[in-house]
């Protein structure tokens, strides 16, 4: 039991940071000089302060997911959600850094923050663990999408 634990999770960390993987590599490889730009708004923190953030998140998101797999009550359709919102969760930065469309970004984010809310309800059904980790990370992407919109109204 205690391996199958132990892979889960790995297995987690994996899929989780993969979009972690994917989105900053699009964000290293064509976010400058575009990025920098942009008019920004004064609520936009510095650069350094998104990767502890996102790393924090990350792991708080894959511990989530990990928790609702080892749940009596788990449902694999709330775990395909979870795999969908990762896909959308690394979709945000390939159209946002890659493809420099502050509008679609922003309509990714709303979909993103969508299955956001849905997995924060499902978990909360099964497991509270889970259901409390999820809530920093819907704080984060509800800030991203108002500087998201700050950006793409000064730009």
Do not use: Q
Request: charged residues 10%.
């Amino acid at each position: 039991m205690l391996k199958n634990k132990f892979l889960s999770l790995i297995l987690f960390l994996i899929v989780t940071f993969s979009a972690s993987f994917i989105g900053g590599l699009v964000t290293i490889s064509l976010k400058e000089p575009w990025y920098s730009g942009l008019i920004k708004s004064n609520y936009n923190p510095p650069d350094w302060i998104f990767a502890p953030v996102w790393t924090t998140l990350y792991i708080m998101m894959t511990l989530a997911i990990w928790f609702f797999w080892h749940s009596k009550k788990r449902d694999v359709n709330t775990i395909y959600i979870y795999f969908i919102h990762i896909v959308f969760n690394a979709t945000w930065s390939i159209v946002f850094f890659g493809l420099h469309h502050i509008f679609f970004a922003l309509v990714v984010l709303v979909i993103l923050i969508t299955l956001i809310i849905i997995l924060i309800i499902r978990f909360k059904r099964v497991n509270f663990v889970s259901y409390y980790l999820m809530i920093p990370y819907l704080l984060w992407c509800l800030y991203a999408l108002f500087l998201n919109y700050n950006l793409m109204i000064l730009n």
